[in-house]
């Protein structure tokens, strides 16, 4: 038998097994929905058709000089996007979209590919496998995070916190996830705080304020004692600017994060989003 990568349909997390897996772990999870018509898992080769045929891109753009995003389209799954801090030490991955093209690789490529590897929790993990296989960076992940990553090979773990080269350290944080990881990069001043923080926006893209959950789907909101944690990691980090699981946002501060964490502690738990920015950020 030999072992290939699938791709659960459903939410894009991928497998490495000998063929379709009996179920996926992200989508049996309390914290996803379960695929309605059952799971279905494409093949490497079955994304590679579907790129053929033009029904599946992958795209990138400079969110500043020295960070690049990459996106499906149409986003795969949950749509995870993979984010690459460019770095003369080395560059450093966090997160990964489900699917790159031969030609985001072989841009990735000419901008120096990879040194370093990471993800915060499994909703970010996307197709970092296909990274890893082509660019070998080292690939670490949180203690507790290990048990998620079967579709890829960790090199090594951390505890707390671990520093990497270029300004840039990974904190364990916990709470949406066990080994849920953020990624802060003094030198841009951003964080990565995978789904530490979701953006909530209105109708006319204007992000209005910040929520956060243990499990988005099925509403669950965190304990006091996991926000607290959150507080305490996050908030002794400056930053001026965020990048979630899925998107950038724009102008969200150390700031404004301590002052929601801080509201939420004040209240009964809840997911919905209770601190309300006065003035609206700008996407
Ligand atoms: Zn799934
Ligand atoms: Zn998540």
Redesign the pocket.
């Known amino acids: 038998m030999t072992l290939a990568h699938f791709m659960c349909r459903h939410c894009g997390a991928w497998h490495e097994y000998f063929a379709s897996p009996p179920t996926c772990f992200v989508c049996s999870d309390v914290?996803n929905a379960l695929p309605p018509e059952g799971f279905v898992f494409d093949r490497e080769s079955d994304l590679r058709e579907r790129v053929k045929q033009g029904e599946i891109t992958t795209s990138w753009r400079y969110v500043e000089d020295d960070i690049v995003v990459f996106t499906n389209a149409p986003s795969l799954g949950?749509g995870s996007s993979g984010y690459v801090i460019l770095r003369p030490e080395g560059n450093v991955g966090f997160e990964a979209t489900a699917w790159y093209t031969d030609e985001a690789l072989a841009f990735l490529d000419s901008i120096g590919g990879l040194t370093s590897l990471s993800s915060?929790?499994?909703?970010?993990m996307g197709a970092l496998w296909q990274l890893q296989r082509r660019f070998d960076p080292e690939v670490v992940m949180h203690r507790d995070a290990v048990r998620f990553t079967k579709a890829f090979d960790v090199d090594f773990t951390f505890d707390d916190t671990l520093s990497l080269a270029g300004g840039i350290s990974l904190h364990h944080i916990g709470g949406?996830?066990e080994g849920?990881a953020v990624l802060h990069d003094r030198r841009r001043r951003a964080l990565f705080c995978?789904?530490a923080i979701k953006f909530e926006w209105d109708n006319e893209g204007l992000m209005m304020g910040l929520s956060c959950h243990k499990a988005?789907h099925k509403r669950i909101p965190l304990s006091h004692g996991e926000v607290r944690r959150y507080l305490d990691v996050i908030g002794a980090l400056d930053f001026a600017q965020v990048f979630s699981?899925f998107e950038h946002g724009p102008g969200v501060t150390t700031a404004d994060v301590v002052r929601f964490y801080t509201d939420l502690l004040s209240r009964p738990r809840t997911t919905s989003s209770t601190v309300r920015f006065a003035e609206p950020r700008r996407s």
Do not use: A, V
Request: net charge neutral; proline share 7%.
């Open positions: 914290r949950i915060s929790h499994p909703h970010g949406h996830y849920h995978g789904d988005f699981t």
